[in-house]
Every structure is written in structure tokens, then in C-alpha cells.
């Protein structure tokens, strides 16, 4: 099945093109497979296309002008896709429009200067969780969470995934026996997920109007 993440490079206009990686959510590990060496990961350290190619789409290269790039069936493989999914976005526009959180694991931020921000995603869908609620959104119907990093490992990643789970399988039944609706469910979820997360991780919970911007909890 993979462990699918999205993955948004900054362009020189501060927009972002914007990546799909099937594995790159495993672990997180992701944000250290990514330098300005081997941009878009894998084993070549010293992958002069895959640069030249990132330097021309944070130029504003569109998507459908990067065939030519990848024509070469030599070309070592890569962890993230080289062509992007789309170009020209902000960090809002991916947040709210691109980001699948029943699918997308993860989401990776590299700036110009290659500094990586790793985000886990949590969807606050309670279709699984709930015996009446049929279907909920899978896109802007979440949050974002950083991570401590403790020697090149991701410290307590498993646990608030966990712990996370556990409190949508409590909150589903509280829908399920009239004591929340599904508006005040999503509310008592994010208030737990700012009280569990640290002073040293970020927590982004999109409110539709800017993401990125606006919606982080106190953390930074």
C-alpha cells in the first residue's frame, strides 16, 4: 500500500511545486534523504539533473516542460517523483486543495536553502469511528504535526499516532450516544491535540482561511 506523503518545494517567487512520494512517510525518514545534493532523494549523491531540474521548476518550470528531464533511461531512481504534481501553489492552496488525509501520511516542506519541515497528518474523520457518520472529507478535514527529532530519529511519532487513533475511537462512540455532535467532536479533537503536543513541535490546523498562516496552536 505504500506510506504516501506529499512533498512541496519552494520556487524563487515563494510559491511551491509540489511532489508525490509512495513511500516517504515511513518513519519520516524522508526529511533526511533530501539535500541539495540529491534533492529528490535516492542513492546518486551527486545527481546533477535532478538539481539542475529543481533549479529550473523553482524558476517557474511547469510540470509539463519536465519530460525532457527524465527521458534518460539510465536515470537512478528517486524516492520522490521528479515531475511534480503541480506547480505555482502556496502552502495554503496544498493544505487545503491537495492534501489527502486518509491517504497522504506526511507532508515535507523544503525551503530554498534545503531546511525540512516534517509534518504528520491526522484526519479528524470519524467514518471508521462512528456508526453514524457515513463519510466525512478527507481533504481540509485535518491537522498537521511536527515531530522531535533526536539523533536523526522521530521521537514519540508512533505514540501520538496512537494515541490520536484511540481518541477518535472514544470520540466516535460520544457521536454515536448523542454526547457530541460531529461540529463539537472536531473541536474537542483539536483542543486534545494542542494539549498533547510540546512546545517544541508545531501544530497547524486548517481554518480555511490561511492554513499556514493563521492556524498553528501556540507552538512553534
Known amino acids: 500500500m505504500g506510506h504516501r506523503a506529499l512533498v512541496a518545494y519552494e520556487r524563487t517567487d515563494g510559491q511551491y511545486t509540489l511532489h508525490y512520494s509512495h513511500w516517504g512517510a515511513a518513519n519520516l525518514k524522508l526529511k533526511h534523504r533530501i539535500s541539495a545534493e540529491s534533492p529528490f532523494g535516492g542513492k546518486d549523491t551527486d545527481s546533477k539533473w535532478a538539481k539542475q531540474l529543481l533549479a529550473e521548476l523553482a524558476d517557474g518550470l511547469e510540470a509539463d516542460a519536465v519530460d525532457g528531464y527524465l527521458a534518460d533511461e539510465g536515470r537512478p531512481s528517486t524516492v520522490i517523483e521528479p515531475k511534480p504534481r503541480a506547480t505555482g501553489l502556496s502552502l495554503d492552496e496544498i493544505v487545503a486543495d491537495h492534501l489527502d488525509y486518509l491517504h497522504h501520511e506526511a507532508f515535507?516542506?523544503?525551503?530554498?536553502?534545503?531546511?525540512?519541515?516534517?509534518?504528520?497528518?491526522?484526519?479528524?474523520?470519524?467514518?471508521?469511528?462512528?456508526?453514524?457518520?457515513?463519510?466525512?472529507?478527507?481533504?481540509?478535514?485535518?491537522?498537521?504535526?511536527?515531530?522531535?527529532?533526536?539523533?536523526?530519529?522521530?521521537?514519540?511519532?508512533?505514540?501520538?499516532?496512537?494515541?490520536?487513533?484511540?481518541?477518535?475511537?472514544?470520540?466516535?462512540?460520544?457521536?454515536?450516544?448523542?454526547?457530541?455532535?460531529?461540529?463539537?467532536?472536531?473541536?474537542?479533537?483539536?483542543?486534545?491535540?494542542?494539549?498533547?503536543?510540546?512546545?517544541?513541535?508545531?501544530?497547524?490546523?486548517?481554518?480555511?482561511?490561511?492554513?499556514?498562516?493563521?492556524?498553528?496552536v501556540g507552538h512553534s
Open 108 to 216: 515535507y516542506v523544503v525551503s530554498t536553502t534545503f531546511e525540512i519541515a516534517a509534518y504528520r497528518t491526522l484526519w479528524f474523520g470519524l467514518q471508521y469511528d462512528s456508526e453514524t457518520i457515513e463519510q466525512d472529507e478527507t481533504v481540509g478535514n485535518d491537522a498537521l504535526a511536527t515531530v522531535r527529532w533526536y539523533d536523526g530519529e522521530p521521537v514519540g511519532d508512533g505514540h501520538l499516532q496512537g494515541q490520536f487513533q484511540a481518541l477518535k475511537d472514544v470520540v466516535g462512540d460520544m457521536i454515536d450516544k448523542d454526547v457530541f455532535t460531529p461540529s463539537t467532536a472536531r473541536q474537542y479533537l483539536k483542543r486534545k491535540l494542542a494539549e498533547w503536543v510540546s512546545d517544541r513541535q508545531e501544530l497547524l490546523i486548517p481554518t480555511g482561511e490561511s492554513p499556514f498562516e493563521s492556524a498553528s
